[in-house]
């Protein structure tokens, strides 16, 4: 009857719309899939400079530092590896043009792509200014080709995003999402089976702004505290001149 057969029209129009949106959803996914990652190269290079910063500055960042280094700066660098590997506190000034902001970011990334720390913060004289290091940080993550051969684990991920950042919510990897946030305020490395560099963070703040108390939650619910902190250049001109900022800017530092 005609009935029956606008019925079983029907159910095979709902077959059809059930077939094209699976048909939909295996294409998102596989759109959205960066499985498989490149394989490092250079292993006897990623596997010296895990504990030797100034190697590591040497190797990946030779756009970066280009001239020889002085027995100054040889001395900051060897504070800062002190500090990132084995812990410690210290204040350094250096002469403006010498690169301390420079050697700030670049002992970040340091940091996070050895697993030397899980949490690191970026504290400027304001946001603005944490903010702008936090951005040469991501340029390098995703331009640096030198990293990307080292690192495929956390530069790929970073590199399928084509500068896009509402694809980071979306991205999978063998079908589970990696959790790669790219902001900028704060960047957390795609988490990625076997890397040391899972879910680390790189957060960035000015020192007048909302620093205490600063915790991020792990997609493994792991909650972790900052546990390397950066601090360029704290002061403004402004703040200079006044002995009350001074006084509250020592007191949030302490």
């Given at each position: 009857p005609w009935a029956w057969?606008?019925?079983q029209t029907g159910r095979e129009y709902e077959a059809h719309k059930s077939e094209a949106r699976e048909r939909i959803r295996?294409?998102?996914?596989?759109?959205?899939d960066i499985s498989p990652i490149p394989k490092p190269t250079r292993p006897r290079v990623r596997k010296k400079a895990r504990d030797d910063f100034r190697y590591f500055c040497d190797k990946y960042l030779p756009a970066t530092f280009t001239l020889p280094w002085s027995p100054d700066h040889l001395k900051v660098i060897a504070k800062?590896?002190?500090a990132v590997l084995g812990g410690g506190l210290f204040?350094?000034?250096m002469p403006r043009g010498s690169g301390k902001t420079t050697l700030c970011e670049s002992a970040a990334m340091w940091a996070i792509l050895y697993g030397h720390g899980r949490f690191v913060c970026l504290i400027g004289s304001s946001e603005e200014a944490a903010a702008l290091m936090l951005d040469s940080i991501k340029a390098e993550l995703e331009t640096n080709e030198l990293l990307a051969a080292s690192f495929p684990e956390v530069c790929y991920p970073i590199q399928r995003l084509d500068g896009i950042v509402h694809r980071a919510n979306g991205q999978i990897f063998k079908g589970q999402r990696t959790f790669i946030s790219?902001?900028?305020?704060?960047?957390v490395?795609?988490?990625i089976p076997g890397s040391v560099a899972s879910s680390a963070i790189v957060k960035c703040a000015g020192i007048t702004g909302r620093i205490r108390g600063l915790k991020f939650k792990r997609p493994d619910g792991e909650a972790v505290r900052p546990d390397i902190v950066?601090?360029?250049?704290?002061?403004?001109?402004?703040?200079?001149?006044s002995p009350s900022q001074c006084r509250t800017r020592e007191s949030v530092l302490a």
């Amino acid at each position: 009857p005609w009935a029956w057969m606008i019925k079983q029209t029907g159910r095979e129009y709902e077959a059809h719309k059930s077939e094209a949106r699976e048909r939909i959803r295996r294409l998102s996914q596989s759109s959205r899939d960066i499985s498989p990652i490149p394989k490092p190269t250079r292993p006897r290079v990623r596997k010296k400079a895990r504990d030797d910063f100034r190697y590591f500055c040497d190797k990946y960042l030779p756009a970066t530092f280009t001239l020889p280094w002085s027995p100054d700066h040889l001395k900051v660098i060897a504070k800062i590896e002190k500090a990132v590997l084995g812990g410690g506190l210290f204040a350094l000034a250096m002469p403006r043009g010498s690169g301390k902001t420079t050697l700030c970011e670049s002992a970040a990334m340091w940091a996070i792509l050895y697993g030397h720390g899980r949490f690191v913060c970026l504290i400027g004289s304001s946001e603005e200014a944490a903010a702008l290091m936090l951005d040469s940080i991501k340029a390098e993550l995703e331009t640096n080709e030198l990293l990307a051969a080292s690192f495929p684990e956390v530069c790929y991920p970073i590199q399928r995003l084509d500068g896009i950042v509402h694809r980071a919510n979306g991205q999978i990897f063998k079908g589970q999402r990696t959790f790669i946030s790219w902001t900028s305020k704060e960047i957390v490395l795609p988490s990625i089976p076997g890397s040391v560099a899972s879910s680390a963070i790189v957060k960035c703040a000015g020192i007048t702004g909302r620093i205490r108390g600063l915790k991020f939650k792990r997609p493994d619910g792991e909650a972790v505290r900052p546990d390397i902190v950066i601090i360029d250049d704290p002061q403004t001109d402004e703040s200079a001149q006044s002995p009350s900022q001074c006084r509250t800017r020592e007191s949030v530092l302490a």
